[in-house]
């Protein structure tokens, strides 16, 4: 069954640094679009990148120019590098195919917590 493990997560100053990764298995993943995604407290969970198998990406405005998606096919693994990272980004963030809904499989997602 498809399984999702989101890592990477943790707390980090303004302006910070982190490097989330995603494993996925059940799933043909190499011909997947694969996503992030992020929840914060109150909030719908919303969309931050996705990337294509062959390597296109798109980007939520929020994060364009900070945040870069890249995957590894041979290790069925999503990354999302998070660079000068803002308040607004804390959030739980996860991981999954792009377009998936409430009804589909999650993970537990990661907590990225930004302090000021």
């Known amino acids: 069954q498809v399984q999702l493990v989101e890592s990477g997560g943790g707390l980090v100053q303004y302006g910070g640094s982190l490097r989330l990764s995603c494993a996925a298995s059940?799933?043909?993943?190499?011909?997947?679009?694969m996503a992030w995604y992020r929840q914060a407290p109150g909030k719908q969970r919303e969309f931050v990148a996705r990337?294509?198998?062959?390597?296109?990406?798109n980007y939520a405005d929020s994060v364009k120019g900070r945040f870069t998606i890249s995957r590894d096919n041979a290790k069925n693994t999503v990354y999302l590098q998070m660079n000068s990272l803002k308040r607004e980004d804390t959030a739980v963030y996860y991981c999954?195919?792009?377009?998936?809904?409430?009804?589909?499989?999650w993970g537990q997602g990661t907590q990225v917590t930004v302090s000021s």
């Open positions: 990337i294509a198998g062959g390597g296109s990406t």
């Open positions: 059940g799933i043909d993943f190499w011909l997947r679009v």
């Open positions: 999954n195919v792009f377009g998936a809904g409430e009804y589909s499989v």
